[in-house]
T-cell receptor
Framework: AQTVTQSQPEMSVQEAETVTLSCTYDTSENNYYLFWYKQPPSRQMILVIRQEAYKQQNATENRFSVNFQKAAKSFSLKISDSQLGDTAMYFCAFMKRRETSGSRLTFGEGTQLTVNP | DSGVTQTPKHLITATGQRVTLRCSPRSGDLSVYWYQQSLDQGLQFLIQYYNGEERAKGNILERFSAQQFPDLHSELNLSSLELGDSALYFC??????????????FGPGTRLLVL
């Protein structure tokens, strides 16, 4: 079974600064995805970024980038130029891609990020 | 807007009752997933359907059941409700490419309150 661990329950950052959220995972799979989802106060689950395990290049989406260290099973999220709208709970998630055994998301406990003006 | 729709948005009911939550996946997605988010259990996978067939089961109680219909919408049925079933229930959907499931996109959720 896969496990995902987010060791920072809460973090805060000043507007326009950079913050990094940590995530580690444990799996014996080779074909998988890693995701960061955000959940703002509206409680909607919004995809932030995804990383395919077979790709060595770190994924980037505008101000969001990841540091994917496959051997260390580490997957951190960096948010640059933080904005007030980035205030949310951030979940790291793992998903096997093999269809035959199902493709559930396994989530970490979440990190509550607050961006201060 | 993810393209996944869920109804109702809110549901208030009493213990012992039965409710049905409905989900319509994104156009073209054959897989539907149900998740429960509660304060004490976090986000937990309940069940996955793929093109009408159950594909994977997680921590779903026997009082809960689900199905996916030929038009690919899915329903989650919760019966003999208990206070502890109060939670936010999410549906997600994904497309499969060459046997691999792709990114899951979430609906807005149904907030269930059992009194």
């Amino acid at each position: 079974a896969q496990t995902v661990t987010q060791s920072q329950p809460e973090m805060s950052v000043q507007e326009a600064e950079t913050v990094t959220l940590s995530c580690t995972y444990d799996t014996s799979e080779n074909n998988y995805y890693l995701f960061w989802y955000k959940q703002p106060p509206s409680r909607q689950m919004i995809l932030v970024i995804r990383q395919e395990a077979y790709k060595q290049q770190n994924a980037t989406e505008n101000r969001f980038s990841v540091n994917f260290q496959k051997a260390a099973k580490s997957f951190s999220l960096k948010i640059s130029d933080s904005q007030l709208g980035d205030t949310a709970m951030y979940f790291c998630a793992f998903m096997k891609r093999r269809e035959t055994s199902g493709s559930r998301l396994t989530f970490g406990e979440g990190t509550q990020l607050t961006v201060n003006p | 807007d993810s393209g996944v729709t869920q109804t109702p948005k809110h549901l208030i009911t009493a213990t012992g009752q039965r409710v049905t939550l409905r989900c319509s996946p994104r156009s073209g997605d054959l897989s539907v997933y149900w998740y429960q988010q509660s304060l004490d259990q976090g986000l937990q996978f309940l069940i996955q359907y793929y093109n009408g067939e159950e594909r994977a089961k997680g921590n779903i109680l026997e009082r809960f059941s689900a199905q996916q219909f030929p038009d690919l919408h899915s329903e989650l049925n919760l019966s003999s409700l208990e206070l502890g079933d109060s939670a936010l229930y999410f549906c997600a959907s994904s497309v499969a490419i060459r046997g691999n499931q792709e990114t899951q996109y979430f609906g807005p959720g149904t907030r269930l309150l059992v009194l």
